[in-house]
T-cell receptor
Framework: DTGVSQNPRHKITKRGQNVTFRCDPI?????LYWYRQTLGQGPEFLTYFQNEAQLEKSRLLSDRFSAERPKGSFSTLEIQRTEQGDSAMYLC?????????????????FGPGTRLTVT | LAKTTQPISMDSYEGQEVNITCSHN???????ITWYQQFPSQGPRFIIQ???TKVTNEVASLFIPADRKSSTLSLPRVSLSDTAVYYC??????????????FGSGTRLSIRP
């Protein structure tokens, strides 16, 4: 257990429905990331927050995707009008950038992920 | 974007030292090299991060040559529990562009008894 939790762990939905996932990061971490991972591939960056500000969004994040992090604590990722191509594992990570031994270290702690299946 | 190239898979035996090399020919000056480990149905777990020369922690060592165009993750005396996918990624930590961090497909390491 890394201290990052995600809910639900599994979600099955029908095409066209909206889904929302939640991520609770480690409390003192100011950065929060969302990734998507399909079978046999590494995680793909979707978006990231510095406190409550969404600083970057990947081009993978179409206008059907929206993420929020109100008050800089937990975050939600919503997918509207789901498509079968949205089926994947959605991972959340948090980090606290710090200097360790003279190096700038950005160690991301990942949650267990939410597996989305769109039928 | 700094792309990485790793072997798709590697096999080894318990008790051996395993070295996984990653190529990153177009690494940028402010990029760091980070390795993550991932077990099935779990999120990746940070192993080690470095900028140059050698970094060592309680689980691994990271060797980075002077030109920084490659790096080698060294796992001493592996056990069956080290069977996992290992990702090498290159990107800027700190307050820079997170979208430049690319995981790639990783190296699937299998450890045999």
């Amino acid at each position: 257990d890394t201290g990052v939790s995600q809910n639900p762990r599994h979600k099955i939905t029908k095409r066209g429905q909206n889904v929302t996932f939640r991520c609770d990061p480690i409390s003192e971490h100011n950065r929060l990331y969302w990734y998507r991972q399909t079978l046999g591939q590494g995680p793909e960056f979707l978006t990231y927050f510095q406190n409550e500000a969404q600083l970057e969004k990947s081009r993978l994040l179409s206008d059907r995707f929206s993420a929020e992090r109100p008050k800089g604590s937990f975050s939600t990722l919503e997918i509207q009008r789901t498509e079968q191509g949205d089926s994947a594992m959605y991972l959340c990570a948090s980090s606290l950038v710090a200097y360790t031994g003279g190096n700038l270290v950005d160690e991301q702690y990942f949650g267990p992920g939410t597996r989305l299946t769109v039928t | 974007l700094a792309k990485t190239t790793q072997p798709i898979s590697m096999d080894s035996y318990e008790g051996q030292e395993v070295n996984i090399t990653c190529s990153h020919n177009n690494i940028a000056t402010n990029d760091y090299i980070t390795w993550y480990q991932q077990f099935p149905s779990q999120g990746p777990r940070f192993i080690i991060q470095g900028y140059k020369t050698k970094v060592t922690n309680e689980v691994a060592s990271l060797f980075i040559p002077a030109d920084r165009k490659s790096s080698t993750l060294s796992l001493p005396r592996v056990s069956l529990s080290d069977t996992a996918v290992y990702y090498c990624l290159v990107g800027p930590p700190g307050y820079s562009s997170a979208s430049k961090i690319i995981f790639g497909s990783g190296t699937r390491l299998s450890i045999r008894p």
